[in-house]
């Protein structure tokens, strides 16, 4: 069974740091590239953050900077380390994994992922 599992979110005062993990289980991430996007109330799901098999990442404008992504494939983990925290950052954020040749650019874009996490709330207080 192939599943994303999300952790690592929470509550924390603007200016703060947060680090997600997805962890992968069904499947191994080594052959994926790795997203990640979020989700604000009332708002679109957004691309935040890629990664690919060679660990080429690509982030939104909003995140560059402050953000990093990497992986782990001896642990099936991907990890995004979120600093400088804003309350714009909060959303539920989930990551997202789409089979991909070796050498291939990551992109943001929703439907070139098939499968997906629950997702992990992240709020961000002013």
């Known amino acids: 069974q192939v599943q994303l599992v999300e952790s690592g979110g929470g509550f924390v005062q603007a200016g703060g740091s947060l680090r997600l993990s997805c962890a992968a289980s069904g499947f191994t991430l080594d052959r994926y590239t790795i997203s990640w996007f979020r989700q604000a109330p009332g708002k679109e799901r957004e691309g935040v953050s890629c990664?690919?098999?060679?660990?080429?990442?690509n982030y939104a404008d909003s995140v560059k900077g402050r953000f990093t992504l990497s992986r782990d494939n001896a642990k099936n983990t991907v990890y995004l380390e979120m600093n400088s925290l804003k309350p714009d950052d909060t959303a539920v954020y989930y990551c997202?994994?789409?089979?991909?040749?070796?050498?291939?650019?990551?992109?943001?874009?929703?439907?070139?992922?098939?499968?997906w996490g629950q997702g992990t709330q992240v709020t961000v207080s002013s």
């Open positions: 997202a994994a789409a089979l991909a040749p070796w050498g291939l650019a990551c992109h943001l874009t929703k439907a070139q992922y098939a499968y």
């Open positions: 990664i690919t098999r060679g660990e080429s990442t």
